[in-house]
């Protein structure tokens, strides 16, 4: 996602022989506390504090006993979204909550296997100053349609439909006044056809992030130089790691 040093995430779904590759790349690390985020209507824009990082296991949680996991505190609530605008919510309130939940619908609906939908999607909700920005993203995903036998350009295949489900977050206000900041979310993929309702391989547990910036009145993604160099790097979510919980993620509650 950025033209920088990156960790390219590249992995399968396979569904009736198909393999769909996802690819996302890396624009940043960090963390918003979970006081600010689990009540911060009345706190537009406001910087909090950051949990502090602990270094945890790398392969496996831990329940540590009767230490705080993010399986055991309250989730986040999503902040609904006022409007649509090519294909993506819009209209998240001025604060980390708003910016958390734009990350959020934005990657549960992102068309990451359609690229001309993918640009509309990004010229939406992409703040004018990223340079390069959507065209990066559009290339990735023209590489991931490559890789699979897909042509480069052209929709999701017919009869194939893939579900992204946000499963915890970890955010961070990279600048001072809270204006912008950089969302950690943890992710669970799932790919069906009208023949097999159930995936067989789903993808598990990956991880991807942005940074958004409040401009014009709205959550805007970017990829600007001077935000990037502040990224950092969050301990493994599991459910029931107090390192997890510890590091700043937070669980994300959907609708029921």
Known sequence: ?????????????????????????????????????????????????????????SATGSSGGGRMTPEKAKKITLRVPTGQANGVSTGFPHSPGGAVSAAVYFWEEYAWLDDQ????QLEAVTSPDATGYIDQQISEIREGREAINLPSSGGTPAGLTVTTTVNAVRGKSL?????????????????????????????????????????????????????WKKRSFPAAYFPDSPYAWDDGWVQVRHAD
């Open 1 to 57: 996602m950025d033209t920088h040093d990156r960790s390219a995430r590249k992995a399968r779904l396979t569904l009736a022989g198909l393999a769909v590759l996802a690819a996302a790349g890396l624009v940043g690390g960090g963390v918003v506390a979970y006081s600010l985020l689990g009540n911060d209507d009345s706190e537009k824009g406001a910087a909090a504090p950051t949990a502090t990082a602990r270094p945890g296991p």
């Open 117 to 120: 939908k993918a640009r509309q």
């Open 175 to 227: 600048t001072p006044d809270g204006e912008v900041v950089q969302i950690w979310m943890n992710y669970d993929r799932y790919a069906t056809t009208p023949e097999k309702a159930t995936d067989d391989a789903p993808l598990k547990g990956e991880d991807v992030d942005y940074i958004l910036k409040w401009q014009n009145g709205q959550w805007k993604f970017t990829n600007e130089p001077q935000y």
